[in-house]
């Protein structure tokens, strides 16, 4: 069983940044999507980024131009760069690997941005 392990998340004010990481436990083929959802309060799990095995990204509108989604195949690891970031933004981060054959989900890490 692969685990997808994030870190990065933190508190932070806003127009500040962050980067977080997620990484695989194992090796694991780069034929698949890995991408960041978010989670606020009392809201439903939302795509943020996606980015295919090809290095196409995919951002979800509100973060656009602020956010940089990267992967690194070789360490089977996900990025996600955020800078300007927004109260908006706050919420639980979760990673995610998938393909036709599986679907890995990590156990999130929390962004508080302070207005």
């Known amino acids: 069983q692969v685990q997808l392990v994030e870190s990065g998340g933190g508190l932070v004010q806003a127009g500040g940044s962050l980067r977080l990481s997620c990484a695989a436990s194992?090796?694991?083929?780069?034929?698949?999507?890995m991408g960041w959802y978010r989670q606020a309060p009392g809201k439903q799990r939302e795509l943020v980024a996606s980015i295919t095995s090809g290095g196409t990204p995919n951002y979800v509108e509100s973060v656009k131009g602020r956010f940089t989604i990267s992967r690194d195949n070789t360490k089977s690891t996900v990025y996600l760069q955020m800078n300007s970031l927004k109260p908006e933004d706050t919420a639980v981060y979760y990673c995610?690997?998938?393909?036709?054959?599986?679907?890995?989900w990590g156990q999130g890490t929390q962004v508080t941005v302070s207005s």
């Open positions: 194992r090796s694991i083929d780069s034929l698949n999507v």
């Open positions: 995610r690997c998938y393909s036709t054959r599986y679907t890995y």
